[in-house]
């Protein structure tokens, strides 16, 4: 039989648990590593910031649960896995919601160190550059530091940040390179915003744009968002004008160095792109002059006896500041 990946059951709220090993399982070079048997002989038991091997034996025998042709259920579970996380981890419950980044710190330090290669520790000295390259620092800080970590988890996900710290006093430089086997790195936050893009060539259809705007958005993303469209538009980098549009009409005029948030704008309401023709043909500049729309008459959605709103109502012809349904008759209408 061939070998079929399967799932992960989520005993309680676990799904942290099983995305970041699904995602390791996934990681081509450790599963190989895991399933061929390599790992058993790296397992140290003594290291005393390891678990005794208990986490490695524990991810081993998960992955191979997951890859055998011979486990016949669809999917497996990772009791093993969390309840040595809980027992490790100071204030966690077993079945409750957690974080997987800090799962997954967890994990990858705690599989390094059981699986570390030396056995005792030497003492070392952080690397200074004095002037020497990046690379030759570098590769020396790396030699350094694998005197201590020497765990094939090291050699797949290590890595090194370069510090650097410039006295105030004395203006000495100090560079630094540190190891690091995983890098938190923040999602940026999208805003979706919805705006219907009228062309000035009448025969063409007005298209719904989805545009992604940035966390927090202002007036000018907008511009920024539409201008990135430009080329599937068609249009020029000043050919277009924005609007917001309330309750179908316009209003206001979105100017493109306007930094006013979008943050309490309703972005389940639509906005406006216009095409517009800022050149003549014997290259004058056009003048805009902006026409708002004003109400006479206030917009009625229900009725002004009984306040029932989706109902046909028909406006007094008095003071055209009310309407009624069908069920009242109020003087003549």
Same mark, same amino acid.
């Given at each position: 039989r061939r070998a079929v990946p399967r799932g992960i059951r989520n005993p309680g709220n676990t799904c942290f648990l099983s995305c970041i090993v699904q995602c390791l399982a996934h990681c081509a070079e450790l599963r190989k590593y895991t399933l061929d048997g390599h790992f058993w002989s790296d397992i140290n038991e003594d290291n005393p910031l390891g678990h005794k091997g208990e986490l490695a034996r524990a991810f081993a025998l998960t992955l191979s649960r997951m890859w055998s042709s011979e486990f016949r259920r669809d999917s497996i579970s990772p009791k093993m896995l969390l309840k040595l996380f809980n027992s490790k981890m100071d204030g966690f419950s077993e079945y409750t919601q957690h974080d997987a980044q800090e799962y997954m710190s967890f994990l990858i330090d705690g599989l390094h160190e059981d699986l570390n290669r030396v056995k005792e520790k030497p003492v070392t000295s952080p690397i200074e550059q004095n002037g020497r390259p990046d690379y030759v620092v570098a590769d020396e800080a790396w030699r350094v530091h694998k005197l201590r970590n020497d765990s094939f988890v090291a050699d797949l996900f290590g890595g090194q940040f370069k510090s650097t710290v410039t006295c105030k006093n004395c203006q000495n430089v100090s560079t630094t390179f540190d190891p690091f086997l995983h890098v938190a790195v923040p999602l940026p936050k999208v805003t979706p915003l919805q705006a219907v893009y009228m062309s000035k060539d009448p025969t063409r259809k007005l298209l719904l744009l989805v545009l992604k705007l940035p966390g927090d958005p202002q007036y000018s993303d907008l511009h920024s968002a539409v201008l990135a469209r430009?080329? @599937?538009?068609?249009?020029?980098?000043?050919?277009?004008? /924005?609007?917001?549009?309330?309750?179908?009409?316009?209003?206001?005029?979105?100017?493109?160095?306007? #930094? $006013?948030?979008?943050?309490?704008?309703?972005? @389940? #309401?639509?906005? /406006?792109?216009?095409?517009? #023709?800022?050149?003549?043909?014997? $290259?004058e500049k056009m003048i805009l002059i902006g026409l708002y729309q004003r109400l006479a008459y206030p917009i009625l959605k229900r009725c002004s006896a009984c306040w029932k709103t989706g109902v046909t109502l028909k406006r007094c012809m008095g003071c055209y500041q009310v309407a009624y349904c069908s069920q009242f008759v109020i003087g003549q209408l």
């Amino acid at each position: 039989r061939r070998a079929v990946p399967r799932g992960i059951r989520n005993p309680g709220n676990t799904c942290f648990l099983s995305c970041i090993v699904q995602c390791l399982a996934h990681c081509a070079e450790l599963r190989k590593y895991t399933l061929d048997g390599h790992f058993w002989s790296d397992i140290n038991e003594d290291n005393p910031l390891g678990h005794k091997g208990e986490l490695a034996r524990a991810f081993a025998l998960t992955l191979s649960r997951m890859w055998s042709s011979e486990f016949r259920r669809d999917s497996i579970s990772p009791k093993m896995l969390l309840k040595l996380f809980n027992s490790k981890m100071d204030g966690f419950s077993e079945y409750t919601q957690h974080d997987a980044q800090e799962y997954m710190s967890f994990l990858i330090d705690g599989l390094h160190e059981d699986l570390n290669r030396v056995k005792e520790k030497p003492v070392t000295s952080p690397i200074e550059q004095n002037g020497r390259p990046d690379y030759v620092v570098a590769d020396e800080a790396w030699r350094v530091h694998k005197l201590r970590n020497d765990s094939f988890v090291a050699d797949l996900f290590g890595g090194q940040f370069k510090s650097t710290v410039t006295c105030k006093n004395c203006q000495n430089v100090s560079t630094t390179f540190d190891p690091f086997l995983h890098v938190a790195v923040p999602l940026p936050k999208v805003t979706p915003l919805q705006a219907v893009y009228m062309s000035k060539d009448p025969t063409r259809k007005l298209l719904l744009l989805v545009l992604k705007l940035p966390g927090d958005p202002q007036y000018s993303d907008l511009h920024s968002a539409v201008l990135a469209r430009r080329h @599937d538009l068609n249009i020029s980098k000043e050919g277009f004008i /924005a609007y917001e549009v309330l309750n179908g009409l316009i209003n206001r005029v979105i100017l493109q160095e306007s #930094d $006013k948030s979008l943050e309490n704008v309703n972005l @389940d #309401d639509r906005f /406006a792109v216009s095409e517009v #023709d800022l050149w003549m043909p014997g $290259k004058e500049k056009m003048i805009l002059i902006g026409l708002y729309q004003r109400l006479a008459y206030p917009i009625l959605k229900r009725c002004s006896a009984c306040w029932k709103t989706g109902v046909t109502l028909k406006r007094c012809m008095g003071c055209y500041q009310v309407a009624y349904c069908s069920q009242f008759v109020i003087g003549q209408l």
